[in-house]
């Protein structure tokens, strides 16, 4: 195991290496992201497979935009680059992060990758990015991870509107912590109770999947038919995935 420092400072990139796995941190223990060195576009963390559960309701095509709110190692950009035909814009507050990735987390160049360098809570803000991303993958902590950085009533009604007309958030929450509440609140208030849940998992965390646009109302054998092309083609756990989601619902249909 190696570790590469920097200044002490909070939210400074540092990195360590343990069994093949590069990890990124902001100066503290708290793992900020990781990459598999022999297959850098696979998404090691779990809960970062669980940032994709949006695949179980849209398929993203050429014409579509996915937004990543928090860079940290450059997992989810990798896989969405790698897996989708979907360009992706990645918004991260501190050129030092970017610095990093493109240094040892193999941060893709790709004409459908862009990053912005701005605070998300603005970026959603901003006429520009109205309904641009049919997709919202928001994964915001700082060097103490205390919960998300950015997470008042007007960050989500911002990312709300951030959403095309049919769109899905996906935000990492830490279930067992006084944060949850709150967040899982405003979500709910910004999208009008359109909220799934996937069960938390062993690190805390709870990824949790907002949608904007017409009802979805399809039966249970739909649903885990389509979680199984998910499986097939990302090699992600996409009936388990979809059981989990199916088992919250009245009559195991899936309505949101």
């Given at each position: 195991?190696?570790?590469?420092?920097?200044?002490?400072?909070?939210?400074?990139?540092?990195?360590?290496?343990?069994?093949?796995?590069?990890?990124?941190?902001?100066?503290?223990?708290?793992?900020?992201?990781?990459?598999?060195?022999?297959?850098?576009?696979?998404?090691?963390?779990?809960?970062?497979?669980?940032?994709?559960?949006?695949?179980?309701?849209?398929?993203?095509?050429?014409?579509?935009?996915?937004?990543?709110?928090?860079?940290?190692?450059?997992?989810?950009?990798?896989?969405?680059?790698?897996?989708?035909?979907a360009s992706?814009?990645?918004?991260?507050?501190?050129?030092?992060?970017?610095?990093?990735?493109?240094?040892?987390?193999?941060?893709?160049?790709?004409?459908?990758?862009?990053?912005?360098?701005?605070?998300?809570?603005?970026?959603?803000?901003?006429?520009?990015?109205?309904?641009?991303?049919?997709?919202?993958?928001?994964?915001?902590?700082?060097?103490?991870?205390?919960?998300?950085?950015?997470?008042?009533?007007?960050?989500?009604?911002?990312?709300?509107?951030?959403?095309?007309?049919?769109?899905?958030?996906?935000?990492?929450?830490?279930?067992?912590?006084?944060?949850?509440?709150?967040?899982?609140?405003n979500i709910?208030?910004?999208?009008?109770?359109?909220?799934?849940?996937?069960?938390?998992?062993?690190?805390?965390?709870?990824?949790?999947?907002?949608?904007?646009?017409?009802?979805?109302?399809?039966?249970?054998?739909?649903?885990?038919?389509?979680?199984?092309?998910?499986?097939s083609k990302?090699?992600?756990?996409?009936?388990?995935?979809?059981?989990?989601?199916?088992?919250?619902?009245?009559?195991?249909?899936?309505?949101?």
């Open positions: 195991m190696f570790e590469l420092s920097g200044p002490s400072e909070d939210d400074e990139p540092s990195l360590s290496e343990l069994d093949g796995i590069r990890y990124l941190h902001f100066g503290t223990e708290w793992v900020q992201g990781a990459m598999q060195i022999a297959k850098p576009a696979e998404l090691v963390l779990a809960y970062t497979q669980q940032m994709m559960a949006w695949l179980l309701f849209l398929e993203p095509t050429k014409a579509d935009t996915v937004g990543i709110l928090g860079l940290g190692a450059g997992s989810l950009l990798r896989y969405t680059l790698k897996y989708t035909s992706v814009v990645t918004v991260e507050w501190n050129p030092a992060v970017t610095a990093v990735c493109r240094a040892y987390f193999r941060l893709p160049e790709s004409q459908r990758s862009s990053i912005d360098h701005c605070d998300a809570g603005r970026w959603v803000e901003e006429s520009r990015n109205i309904g641009r991303c049919t997709t919202l993958m928001v994964d915001l902590y700082d060097a103490h991870a205390q919960g998300p950085v950015r997470d008042s009533p007007e960050f989500y009604q911002g990312c709300f509107r951030s959403l095309a007309d049919t769109g899905i958030m996906v935000v990492n929450l830490f279930g067992d912590h006084a944060s949850f509440a709150p967040n899982i609140r709910r208030e910004a999208f009008d109770g359109r909220v799934l849940e996937l069960p938390e998992i062993d690190a805390g965390n709870r990824i949790v999947l907002a949608f904007k646009g017409p009802l979805l109302d399809v039966t249970a054998r739909e649903f885990l038919l389509r979680a199984e092309d998910v499986e990302y090699g992600l756990p996409g009936r388990r995935w979809a059981r989990e989601l199916l088992s919250q619902r009245p009559g195991r249909s899936m309505t949101v």
